[in-house]
Nanobody, 115 residues
């Protein structure tokens, strides 16, 4: 069964850190571009970061220098380390796997940055 399962979302104070994880099953993980997207209430889903099969990374300008995406092919897992969190980072964070025209999505994990 093809599945992406995110975890790690929670309530965190501004300036805090959080690490999200996404475990993939049912796919040949190492062949997929992996990414994190987010969607805030009333907003469109937006790209946060991606990592290619070779480990090249790409970030949205809003998170550059604060977030780090990484992957562990042995564990079929992609991570998003989020530091210096801001209230505007509040959103549901989704894991995405892409191979050619095929896109797979997780169910999302909620991150709330608030006092």
């Amino acid at each position: 069964q093809v599945q992406l399962v995110e975890s790690g979302g929670t309530l965190v104070q501004p300036g805090g850190s959080l690490r999200l994880s996404c475990v993939a099953s049912g796919i040949l993980f190492s062949r997929y571009i992996m990414g994190w997207y987010r969607q805030a209430p009333g907003e469109q889903r937006e790209l946060v970061a991606t990592v290619t099969t070779r480990g090249s990374t790409n970030y949205a300008d809003s998170v550059k220098g604060r977030f780090t995406i990484s992957r562990d092919n042995a564990k079929n897992t992609v991570y998003l380390q989020m530091n210096s969190l801001k209230p505007e980072d509040t959103a549901v964070y989704y894991c995405m796997a892409k191979l050619y025209s095929v896109e797979l999505w997780g169910q999302g994990t909620q991150v709330i940055v608030s006092t």
